[in-house]
Each structure stands twice: as C-alpha cells, then as structure tokens.
C-alpha cells in the first residue's frame, strides 16, 4: 500500500538516452511534485503540478518534459541525458491545504555514464 | 523567493543525549509553514515534525520538539534522547502559502548518533 511509488529505483544509462521515471500516488491529492537531489545531497524543486496543470516550472533544462496523464500520475521524460543528470529524483504529493506535508517517493538513483 | 539556511553541515553526538539542529529562514510572506524532514541511508524522506506559522506554540512530536521563534525567523529542532535510529539527514523545509506550492529546502545536516 504505498502511497506514493515511482519506477525504477535505480537507473543506469549511456549519455544521449532518453529515459522516463514514472510515478503514482494513491493518496487522492491534487499536487504533485518532481525534486532532484544532487550529489551534495540538496533538494530542489524542478515541476508542481495541480490537477493535471502545470503550476511550477523551475529553470531545468527543456530535456526535461513532465508529463500528467491524470490525477494520481505524473511521470518524468528526460530527453538526451548529460552526465550532470546524475541525481536521486523524488516524486511527491500533497493536499490542498499548506499545512500538510509533502509526501515522498522512495527516489530513483539515476545515474549517466 | 524564500530561502532556507542550515548552519551545520554535520553534527556528532553519544546516544541518549540531546541535541539541537539550527535552521533560519527568509520569506516575505506572513502565511507560511515550516517542516523538518529526515532522510536516513535508505533514501526515504520522512515528515519529523511541522509547524504553521500563525501558531505561537511550539510543535512537539514525541522525542522531537521546535524552538520557533518567528521575529528572528529561526525554527530549530531539538532531538530529546538521541537514539541510534536518529541517524540521518535532517532538512529543514519551508512553504508558503497553499498546497501547490512546493518546498524550499535547506542544505541539510548530517546528524550521527554514536553508540
């Protein structure tokens, strides 16, 4: 019964692929988050979602297309990966209310070779 | 844009002791609210313990309590009785206004606990 769950946790590929990490909440929020954890392990926001609509795009590179099929999915492509992608990436959900918190995937190590 | 600080890269104590992770914190707004979040060596992110900003008492969670002091704009953690398990990452997190909006985290701090 995992609330949020993403897919794979590890991923290892050659410069140049393109590759999807998929995630699901079945939480019933309407938020939905991407961060990207580098190697100095600092968390930073890359796409909000709400309700299927794009509220936050932070500054990353256009390689990176979210994409939310419905509610409870919002999967990440990344296209032409560059070994500065190397990154643990965590999906996330939340409610409405601001109050609550934030809750995680169990991150996916990507790594570029 | 809001920003967090954590001071202290890393920190080391025995068990069964206490001890105290800093964190400031900069907003323009008055609707916010902060969290600490721990991440162990498995990777998981987990909620310690959060607090709203309009609320003057301080949050407790067990072992685990803030010193909220919103005129610095300082939310500290302070961890009652350490145990081996407490070894983690600990982040301090803000967010403003409502749920849409994501989390502005800090660096971190690496806290161990010794046997």
């Known amino acids: 019964d995992t609330a949020v769950s993403q897919t794979p946790k590890y991923l290892v590929t050659q410069m140049g692929n393109d590759k999807s990490i998929k995630c699901e909440q079945n939480l019933g929020h309407d938020t939905m988050y991407w961060y990207k954890q580098d190697s100095k392990k600092f968390l930073k926001i890359m796409f909000s979602?709400?309700?299927?609509?794009?509220?936050i795009n932070e500054t990353v590179p256009n390689r990176f297309s979210p994409k939310s099929p419905d509610k409870a999915h919002l999967n990440l492509h990344i296209n032409s990966l560059e070994l500065g992608d190397s990154a643990v990436y965590f999906c996330?959900?939340?409610?409405?209310?601001?109050?609550?918190?934030?809750?995680f995937g169990q991150g996916t190590r990507l790594t570029v070779v | 844009a809001q920003t967090v600080t954590q001071s202290q890269p890393e920190m080391s104590v025995q068990e069964a002791e206490t001890v105290t992770l800093s964190c400031t914190y900069d907003t323009s707004e008055s609707n916010y609210y902060l969290f600490w979040y721990k991440q162990p060596p498995s990777r998981q992110m987990i909620l310690v313990i959060r607090?709203?900003?309009?609320?003057?008492q301080n949050a407790t969670e067990n072992r685990f309590s803030v010193n909220f002091q919103k005129a610095a704009k300082s939310f500290s953690l302070k961890i009652s009785d350490s145990q081996l398990g407490d070894t983690a990452m600990y982040f301090c997190a803000i967010r403003e206004g409502g749920g849409a909006d994501g989390l502005t985290f800090g660096k971190g701090t690496h806290l161990i606990i010794q046997p």
């Open positions: 996330a959900s939340s409610p409405p209310q601001g109050h609550t918190e934030a809750f």
């Open positions: 607090q709203e900003a309009y609320k003057q």
């Open positions: 979602y709400n309700n299927k609509e794009l509220i």
